[in-house]
């Protein structure tokens, strides 16, 4: 339930020109993937209502934001001001604004939407177990396992000779530094091994940079919607998560600058290539005006690129600090995993930052695991020296694993629309009506694992109207998985079971 007025302390708002140019995008939506929306022949008070609710349910708005004086909206827009005192009454009946004498309006969610558990889930401990069937909560892909008994069989006299070392490298196995510093330098940042730290996976990375740089109770930005487990760690750590928008080209770069001079956020957290969930790739312009915007409030950049290496229509992006100014790129902090690009089981992922955080870093995971295990570090190694091979590989599979799913949510539920993302595993589904929560409940009788939008979003509430849909499964399950979903949509009758060459595919 959103915060009561008397309790809301931020001062966000939305001035009337940028609520304008939201409404206009939404109302003239171009090139979304699916059947081309009707015309709305409602009344224009109405229409514009429901535009004003589908920005505030979908994060474009944050929740407690102020909007603009109803004459200031107008002419804006270019419509009478009877047309958006209408709009807006109607909005605080349904409940999505609430108005004080004096102070203004704000955004708001009606009473008992959620409740949303806004960061991580648990993941099921056999994928392929009866009650989950067909797993659509995790974007990942398992590892061959002829790949992995081969490196296993090479790596293991090198294992022998190592045991006789005591174990413990606080930053990392020094061959897999150097290699990961290579890869930087391959993709144009030079990086030398002392600027990187190997972590047990890029959450690991995360909260280790939060855990350095944030106390309880500092702002941190983050994009909105987003990786849910980030928000979960900065939750557990006291820390205030405040949400900033995603547009088609990343993050909007104005709210961002101005939440940054607002906030005075200690951190911002952004995914800027393939962003998780939306895949949307962050323009080299928006990147720019990211970093001078934190420099200039000093607030450190913790750049999550886990889906950088999942670029399937563009050539992968640089990384994000050889995009931006030098001085900006000097607080920016890195984290990678190989997760995505090879195995989650793995563990394995790294920060790259300067030489004197790498250090400080380094320091602070001594609190709580002393080290990485040496054993996933060499099995890394080797992987990484078989070359990027494989990863090319893994991308000419989920184009074809997309093109699948895009073909069958089409066909099965027309009613849906996404913009096909040039990268990362997942499509970000608007079902068009706010019922995701409730779609995941009924699809978990149809033999599908689903998980609601709410749970990508900071505000409690929002995004219910959007579903998260990863291409990382077979093309016959995914295929399988949308019929599941349709029924589950309209309430049909629950499917049989679902083949067991149909499940979890590792």
């Not at 940042?189 to 002392?194: C, G």
């Amino acid at each position: 339930m959103a915060a009561p007025l008397d309790l809301v302390t931020t001062d966000r708002s939305v001035g009337s020109t940028r609520l304008a140019r939201l409404i206009r995008e939404v109302a003239h939506l171009g090139g979304a993937a699916g059947p081309a929306a009707e015309p709305d022949r409602r009344p224009a008070y109405r229409a514009l209502a429901h535009t004003v609710r589908g920005l505030i349910l979908d994060g474009r708005i944050a929740l407690r934001t102020r909007v603009p004086a109803e004459r200031d909206l107008a002419a804006a827009l270019g419509m009478s001001r009877t047309t958006v005192t209408a709009a807006y009454d109607l909005l605080r009946e349904d409940g999505f604004l609430e108005s004080r004498r004096g102070s203004g309006t704000w955004t708001t969610l009606p009473p008992g939407s959620g409740p949303n558990v806004s960061g991580g889930w648990l993941m099921a401990a056999q994928p392929g177990a009866a009650d989950v069937a067909i797993d659509l909560s995790c974007a990942s892909f398992g590892m061959p396992g002829a790949l992995i008994a081969e490196v296993l069989a090479e790596v293991g006299p090198r294992i022998a000779e190592l045991t006789a070392d005591p174990g413990y490298y606080h930053a990392g196995w020094p061959e897999l530094r150097e290699l990961v510093a290579e890869r930087y330098v391959q993709r144009g940042l030079p990086t030398t091994p002392d600027q990187i730290v190997i972590t047990s996976g890029a959450q690991h990375g995360n909260v280790l940079a939060l855990g350095l740089l944030c106390g309880p109770g500092d702002r941190v930005v983050v994009e909105s919607p987003t990786y849910p487990n980030s928000v979960e760690a900065m939750r557990r750590a006291r820390l205030r998560p405040v949400p900033v928008p995603v547009g088609e080209d990343g993050i909007e770069s104005d709210v961002l600058a101005a939440q940054l001079r607002q906030a005075a956020p200690r951190v911002a957290y952004l995914i800027p290539d393939f962003q998780n969930p939306t895949g949307t790739l962050m323009s080299a312009e928006r990147r720019a005006e990211a970093a001078d915007a934190a420099r200039a409030a000093g607030t450190w950049i913790i750049n999550d690129e886990t889906v950088s290496d999942m670029a399937l229509d563009v050539p992968a992006p640089a990384p994000f600090p050889a995009s931006v100014s030098r001085a900006a790129a000097e607080q920016v902090i890195s984290v990678g995993s190989m997760s995505k690009s090879h195995w989650g089981g793995l563990r394995i992922g790294w920060i790259r930052t300067t030489p004197r955080m790498a250090t400080e870093l380094a320091g602070q995971r001594m609190a709580t695991d002393m080290a990485g295990s040496v054993l996933d570090q060499i099995i890394a190694v080797a992987l990484l020296r078989r070359g990027w091979g494989f990863v090319e590989q893994r991308r000419e599979l989920l184009r074809r694993q997309r093109a699948a799913l895009e073909a069958a949510l089409a066909a099965e539920l027309p009613g849906w629309s996404w913009r096909r993302p040039s990268g990362g595993l997942s499509l970000w589904v608007d079902l068009g009506e706010p019922s995701s929560s409730e779609l995941a409940d009924r699809a978990a009788a149809f033999g599908v694992r689903l998980v609601g939008g709410p749970q990508f979003g900071v505000d409690p509430g929002t995004f219910e109207n959007r579903v998260r849909i990863p291409f990382t499964l077979p093309e016959q399950t995914l295929r399988d998985a949308v019929r599941r979903l349709a029924a589950a949509f309209r309430c049909e009758a629950a499917l049989p079971p679902v083949p067991e060459e149909n499940r979890w595919v590792a």
